[in-house]
């Protein structure tokens, strides 16, 4: 450095650095180092930091005891330090002497930059990945996973040690396992169970118990036709009339043989060739024992006619009152007073309303509505299609139509937009909304001024609609 010794003021100022700071000197801010004509060098100082705005060369060793900050830096000789941190991809002369293969692995963080393969089990409190990710079995909770593949709604074949099915389920062919258990409505062209199948808690007969309920039924009815051969005309069931008299009849003979009984033993005794007591009273306890169960037979046959009649009656009050089904399919259905339906109902012509002949899909001969739905007043006010038809909101503040949701395309309806007391409420609309010429109307400003906004929906992301203003009585 040249001397100044000797020099003038006025010929030796610019070359003394100074730091600008009222005569204070160097202290706790970072300020530029300047020429003794105010021209910033690239070096700043403070009392505890140093900076440059430009290139720093180091000809000796630098060390430094905290963080060390540059957009870049050559560096010609070694670098120590206990961390680094950031990308060192542009790295050069770097020893790759990582191993690709360890029997265990800790750390806090890890990057993989490629792809990584693990023949054990990987544990963590987090993991993220941008690729895909192979494992031969997961375990945890998998709701939060996105972008899971859906679901077939047919297999051929299936293997699993539960099945729950939430909804319904169909198969087209055997469905076999240990035990099934089913809440609903179960119908199949066959069934197998190699012990019981059971219904509301009891078992179903097996065909070996129907068979033989089929037998005796086959024989009672044999017997039954007989019976009436012998004791009505024929044609029906033995009336109460035919019964009487074939009892009265019964009873006369049953006397007229006791009579003749009792006639014969007084005359007879016990004479050779001719029947006992102890015979008599055998044939006459035999004729007893059928004649009982004759007249079982006949009470067989009324309780029957009378449990078919009662059947026959529930059917018909069934039939003329109120159905109630979880399903069905009709080719025609006629209401003649109302119907509820809770879930879906598909039409497959047309739905007349008091139309006995619809011309259009649903015709209807009077008058059909929709309700208004309230809107809830927000600075971007949600609008959801899938609620209603027509609506009402009231402003308070100026305020956004958000973009509508469960958007059909054809849907119609009205918006209707009141000011408050206040009035001066502007409203913007997002983008899914179209106006005529591309230019989105202004409301009315009046305090408690009714516009409406009419719509249709032309696309699932297009809504064109028609602003008329202030709403007013005409007189």
């Known amino acids: 450095?040249?001397?100044?010794?000797?020099?003038?003021?006025?010929?030796?100022?610019?070359?003394?650095?100074?730091?600008?700071?009222?005569?204070?000197?160097?202290?706790?801010?970072?300020?530029?180092?300047?020429?003794?004509?105010?021209?910033?060098?690239?070096?700043?100082?403070?009392?505890?930091?140093?900076?440059?705005?430009?290139?720093?060369?180091?000809g000796a060793n630098l060390?430094?005891?905290?963080?060390?900050?540059?957009?870049?830096?050559?560096?010609?000789?070694?670098?120590?330090?206990?961390?680094?941190?950031?990308?060192?991809?542009?790295?050069?002369?770097?020893?790759?002497?990582?191993?690709?293969?360890v029997s265990t692995f800790t750390i806090n963080q890890?990057?993989?930059?490629?792809?990584?393969?693990?023949?054990?089990?990987?544990?963590?409190?987090?993991?993220?990945?941008?690729?895909?990710?192979?494992?031969?079995?997961?375990?945890g909770d998998g709701s939060n996973?996105?972008?899971?593949?859906?679901?077939?709604?047919?297999?051929?074949?299936?293997?699993?040690?539960?099945?729950?099915?939430?909804?319904?389920?169909?198969?087209?062919?055997?469905?076999?396992?240990?035990?099934?258990?089913?809440s609903g409505n179960v119908s199949a062209a066959n069934l197998f169970a190699s012990t019981n199948v059971f219904v509301g808690g009891s078992a179903v007969p097996t065909a070996s118990d129907i068979a033989a309920v089929s037998a005796l039924t086959s024989v009672n009815k044999a017997a039954i036709t007989s019976i009436n051969s012998i004791l009505g005309d024929g044609s029906n069931f033995a009336t109460s009339a035919e019964l009487a008299a074939v009892s009265s009849a019964l009873a006369t003979s049953i006397g007229n043989s006791n009579a003749a009984i009792t006639s014969i033993n007084s005359i007879?005794?016990?004479?050779?060739?001719?029947?006992?007591?102890?015979?008599?009273?055998?044939?006459?306890?035999?004729?007893?024992?059928?004649?009982?169960?004759?007249?079982?037979?006949?009470?067989?046959?009324?309780?029957?006619?009378?449990?078919?009649?009662?059947?026959?009656?529930s059917i018909n009050a069934v039939i003329e009152g109120s159905v109630s089904a979880d399903k069905g399919t009709f080719n025609t259905l006629v209401v003649k007073t109302s119907a509820s339906v809770s879930g879906e109902l598909r039409v497959g012509s047309k739905i007349g309303v008091d139309k006995a002949s619809p011309e259009k899909q649903i015709h209807i001969s009077k008058?059909?509505?929709?309700?208004?739905?309230?809107?809830?007043?927000?600075?971007?006010?949600?609008?959801?299609?899938?609620?209603?038809?027509?609506?009402?909101?009231?402003?308070?503040?100026?305020?956004?139509?958000?973009?509508?949701?469960?958007?059909?395309?054809?849907?119609?309806?009205?918006?209707?937009?009141?000011?408050?007391?206040t009035g001066n409420r502007t409203l913007g609309y997002s983008n899914y909304y179209q106006f005529a010429g591309g230019t989105a109307p202004d409301l009315s400003t009046a305090a408690n001024a009714i516009d409406r906004l009419d719509y249709i929906v032309h696309t699932a992301v297009l809504t064109q609609a028609v602003l008329t203003k202030a709403y007013a009585s005409t007189s």
């Not at 202290?27 to 003794?36: H, L, N, Q």
């Not at 792809?115 to 941008?130: D, I, N």
């Not at 008599?280 to 067989?300: D, Q």
């Open 1 to 58: 450095m040249a001397t100044l010794t000797g020099k003038l003021i006025s010929n030796s100022y610019k070359d003394l650095l100074q730091v600008s700071n009222s005569n204070s000197g160097v202290d706790s801010t970072v300020r530029f180092v300047s020429d003794g004509e105010g021209t910033n060098s690239a070096l700043k100082i403070s009392n505890s930091e140093v900076e440059t705005t430009g290139k720093l060369t180091v």
């Open 63 to 101: 060390s430094a005891s905290g963080n060390i900050t540059a957009n870049a830096a050559t560096l010609i000789a070694t670098v120590c330090a206990s961390t680094y941190f950031g990308d060192g991809s542009n790295l050069t002369g770097v020893e790759a002497s990582i191993p690709t293969s």
């Open 110 to 139: 890890l990057t993989v930059v490629s792809g990584a393969s693990f023949t054990g089990k990987v544990s963590g409190t987090a993991a993220e990945f941008s690729g895909n990710v192979s494992a031969a079995s997961y375990f």
């Open 145 to 182: 996973l996105t972008n899971l593949p859906t679901a077939p709604s047919s297999v051929s074949a299936f293997t699993v040690n539960q099945l729950t099915v939430v909804s319904g389920a169909a198969f087209n062919g055997k469905v076999s396992g240990t035990a099934a258990e089913f």
């Open 268 to 313: 007879l005794g016990d004479g050779s060739n001719f029947a006992t007591s102890a015979e008599l009273a055998a044939v006459s306890s035999a004729l007893a024992t059928s004649i009982g169960n004759s007249n079982t037979n006949i009470a067989a046959v009324s309780a029957l006619t009378s449990v078919n009649a009662a059947a026959i009656t």
């Open 367 to 421: 008058s059909a509505a929709a309700d208004v739905n309230q809107l809830t007043d927000a600075t971007v006010i949600a609008v959801d299609f899938n609620t209603g038809q027509n609506f009402t909101v009231t402003l308070t503040d100026n305020r956004t139509l958000g973009n509508p949701t469960n958007c059909t395309p054809g849907q119609v309806g009205s918006i209707f937009i009141v000011q408050d007391g």
